[in-house]
């Protein structure tokens, strides 16, 4: 059986975020989704890694962006891993499940993030399995100009009743929305566009419970992979038996 989610980083709970063992744990776990960040290296080579330094994941300190891949790949991830350029990870993933790229742009941080995200999904065939997102919206508003074809979504750290025409206009599919922000009115004004809803994050028993109950159409964002496996497995053992 298929997990409809979205495995966040990974899987983070029992893997280094945002590695290859961390996403492969999420394809061996047969999620429908896995999400990962990207921003640049000094080089300007798109990298995996959430965070604007690498201090709490690498034995190292500074910005991403002031390392070269060189010296990013000389870091070591929780001391076992190193940091994976995008394009190791599509690799991985390709033809394995939906990835998410979620763009960490922040204003003019990194320039040409957009094209060469966009660049390397088409170079390792794995454009159609893709879909962009970003809290940056202008970004995504840069990706939608850069590629007409592209899966897009945007994330939020708010409740935004006003973004739906700007949805409209770069043809977004996803709102990822922080679960403590959602409401029946706001997942009906996201569900009646045929946007999809991504709560995040779904973790304890008791959101996932909320989730089944209020939302259940929702995709949900989750870095607790197994416990959302056997409570996805369950609600449907139960729907099939009724």
Request: hydrophobic share 40%; charged share 25%.
């Amino acid at each position: 059986m298929q997990i409809k989610g979205i495995a966040h980083r990974g899987y983070p709970v029992k893997y280094p975020e945002n590695t290859l063992s961390s996403f492969q744990a999420a394809c061996d776990l047969s999620y429908t989704y896995v999400e990962l960040d990207i921003q640049l290296s000094k080089d300007g080579v798109p990298v995996v890694m959430h965070d604007y330094t690498v201090d709490r994941m690498t034995d190292g300190t500074g910005m991403v962006r002031d390392f070269t891949l060189a010296e990013l790949k000389g870091l070591r991830v929780k001391e076992q891993e190193t940091v994976p350029t995008l394009e190791e990870v599509l690799l991985l993933l390709k033809g394995k499940l939906n990835i998410m790229v979620e763009l960490k742009q922040a204003g003019d941080l990194y320039p040409g993030l957009e094209e060469k995200t966009l660049e390397l999904l088409r170079k390792t065939n794995t454009f159609d399995q893709a879909i962009i997102i970003s809290f940056d919206h202008f970004s995504i508003a840069r990706t939608r100009k850069l590629d007409q074809d592209v899966r897009l979504g945007l994330t939020s750290s708010c409740s935004m009743p006003y973004v739906f025409p700007f949805m409209a206009e770069n043809r977004c599919e996803l709102l990822g929305v922080p679960i403590r922000m959602m409401t029946a009115e706001y997942s009906q004004m996201i569900e009646e566009r045929g946007i999809i809803v991504g709560p995040w994050p779904v973790d304890s028993i008791a959101d996932m419970e909320l989730i089944a109950a209020q939302y259940p159409t929702s995709l949900i964002t989750t870095n607790e992979l197994e416990r959302w496996s056997k409570f996805y497995q369950s609600r449907s053992e139960l729907h099939r038996g009724h």
